[in-house]
């Protein structure tokens, strides 16, 4: 089963940059899906931005103008670098693999498997 892991977070000002990293390990034959994802305190989860294997990517309306997904050659290591923010984007940022395979031998596996999460602050 794949597993991810995300790292990066930390303490910045308004206006700063970060770039969280999302480390995939582990072996499957099933097709998958990396996405971001982040909940505040009080908040429920928003989706952030999506990149597929081929390198396909989506982002949310609130963070496309700001926040760019990457991954690198291998596609065992994901990145959201994220600019220009904002006191509002303080969260936990969690990373999640999302089955996309729907063939037999695949059912067995989880849909949806998260990282630990990492905490980014932003101060104004």
């Known amino acids: 089963q794949v597993q991810v892991a995300e790292s990066g977070g930390g303490s910045v000002e308004a206006g700063g940059s970060l770039r969280l990293s999302c480390a995939v390990s582990?072996?499957?034959?099933?097709?998958?899906?990396i996405e971001w994802y982040r909940q505040a305190p009080g908040k429920e989860r928003e989706f952030l931005s999506r990149i597929e294997r081929d390198g396909l990517t989506t982002y949310a309306d609130s963070v496309k103008d700001r926040f760019t997904i990457s991954q690198n050659s291998a596609k065992n290591t994901i990145y959201l670098q994220m600019n220009r923010l904002k006191p509002e984007d303080t969260a936990m940022y969690s990373c999640?693999?999302?089955?996309?395979?729907?063939?037999?031998?695949?059912?067995?596996?989880?849909?949806?498997?998260w990282g630990q999460g990492t905490q980014v602050t932003v101060s104004s």
């Open positions: 999640k693999k999302e089955r996309r395979d729907y063939t037999p031998y695949c059912q067995t596996e989880p849909v949806s498997v």
């Open positions: 582990g072996f499957t034959y099933c097709n998958y899906n």
